[in-house]
């Protein structure tokens, strides 16, 4: 009876247990949206909408709150409509079952020459397992120092 209960007890377990492989897919997808929006709307939504939510701009800027990091983006849309960005392998490392770190490597082209980075970089991401789906609780994103 007690074997019984033993394997029943790890079988529930194993059905409650996040699927990592299923996990680290919708991470990289929205990681991946995250980075090469143009829609200021749809990335601000992809973010955590607790007060704590920060990030830590190319420039070493620190911003915290939505409202804030909507507003440093906002400043940037004038040159959304000419740029594409691209992104590279996304690394996602779980931390615990609620929470993911995902590595992002990103290059920036003119839209009319989008196969040419000009820019280069990679984008940290602490994301968060919420009722609505995994959400950004804080960006960090580090730019290549440009070629002389």
Not at 16 to 34: F, I, T
Not at 41 to 65: E, K, W
Not at 106 to 126: C, D, H, K, R, Y
Request: hydrophobic letters at 40%; proline letters at 7%.
């Amino acid at each position: 009876m007690r074997f019984g209960l033993t394997c029943l007890a790890v079988l529930a377990l194993a059905a409650c247990a996040p699927d990592s492989g299923n996990v680290e897919a919708e991470v990289q997808k929205l990681v991946r949206s995250y980075i090469t929006s143009t829609d200021i709307a749809a990335s601000i939504d992809m973010l955590d909408p607790a007060p704590g939510v920060t990030s830590i701009t190319g420039q070493g800027r620190i911003v915290r709150g939505r409202d804030a990091i909507k507003e440093e983006a906002s400043k940037q849309i004038a040159n959304l409509p000419q740029l594409k960005t691209s992104v590279g392998t996304v690394e996602v490392t779980r931390l615990g079952t609620t929470h993911a770190l995902a590595l992002a490597p990103f290059g920036i082209a003119p839209s009319s020459t989008p196969q040419v980075p000009t820019t280069q970089g990679t984008a940290t991401l602490i994301l968060a397992k919420r009722d609505t789906g995994w959400k950004v609780i804080h960006e960090h994103f580090s730019y290549a120092a440009p070629k002389p």
